[in-house]
């Protein structure tokens, strides 16, 4: 059984990728490639980062369920979002991305008890870190990137 408040942060994880969908629905191509501040990411690279982050996140979670107490590396995800992959405005292999893997991520995180919340790997630039840690941040992450295109497109 897990925690109430971790069974409702589950649960907006599950819907997610579905409000990001809609948020972004009738947006151009050539919207996704401006970029929403002097300097800033466009759109796309949001999203993909979005994607990168999640794999990122549910490849750390699985790590510290299968191993004991692994040490995950860190990434610079600035470098990763000025990519080729990450600046392309076709966006539709990023909501698969997104959908398939906050699926799968919800899924798996309904499925752990208590006690698994509380495993931990050792991150480089953090130090130790429990999977509930991982769950409050892709939680944040997630709302931070969808509050930062909702206020560029409504503005």
Same mark, same amino acid.
């Given at each position: 059984?897990?925690?109430?408040?971790?069974? !409702?942060?589950? $649960?907006?994880?599950?819907?997610?990728?579905?409000?990001?969908?809609? =948020?972004? %629905? /009738?947006? $151009?191509?050539? $919207?996704?490639?401006?970029?929403? *501040?002097?300097?800033?990411?466009? #759109?796309?690279? &949001? =999203?993909?980062?979005?994607? /990168?982050?999640?794999?990122?996140?549910?490849? *750390? #979670?699985?790590?510290?369920?299968?191993?004991?107490?692994?040490?995950?590396?860190?990434? %610079?995800?600035?470098?990763?979002?000025?990519?080729?992959?990450? @600046?392309?405005?076709?966006?539709?292999?990023?909501? %698969?991305?997104?959908?398939?893997? +906050?699926?799968?991520?919800?899924?798996?995180? +309904? $499925?752990?008890?208590?006690? /698994?919340?509380?495993?931990?790997?050792?991150?480089? %630039? !953090?130090?130790?870190?429990? #999977?509930?840690?991982? =769950?409050?941040?892709?939680? &944040?992450?997630?709302?931070?990137?969808? @509050?930062? #295109? &909702?206020?560029?497109?409504? &503005?």
């Amino acid at each position: 059984m897990i925690f109430p408040e971790i069974q !409702v942060v589950i $649960s907006e994880l599950e819907l997610f990728p579905h409000q990001l969908a809609e =948020l972004i %629905n /009738d947006i $151009s191509i050539e $919207s996704l490639k401006n970029p929403m *501040r002097d300097g800033g990411w466009t #759109i796309a690279q &949001n =999203l993909n980062h979005l994607a /990168d982050s999640a794999i990122i996140i549910y490849t *750390r #979670i699985k790590l510290i369920l299968t191993e004991e107490h692994p040490r995950l590396k860190s990434y %610079n995800s600035e470098n990763w979002a000025n990519l080729d992959d990450a @600046k392309d405005s076709d966006i539709r292999g990023t909501l %698969n991305i997104i959908t398939g893997l +906050y699926y799968r991520l919800t899924k798996l995180l +309904y $499925s752990l008890q208590k006690e /698994d919340y509380k495993r931990t790997g050792y991150l480089d %630039n !953090v130090g130790d870190i429990t #999977i509930a840690d991982f =769950l409050k941040i892709i939680y &944040n992450h997630s709302l931070d990137h969808f @509050k930062i #295109i &909702n206020d560029y497109l409504t &503005n």
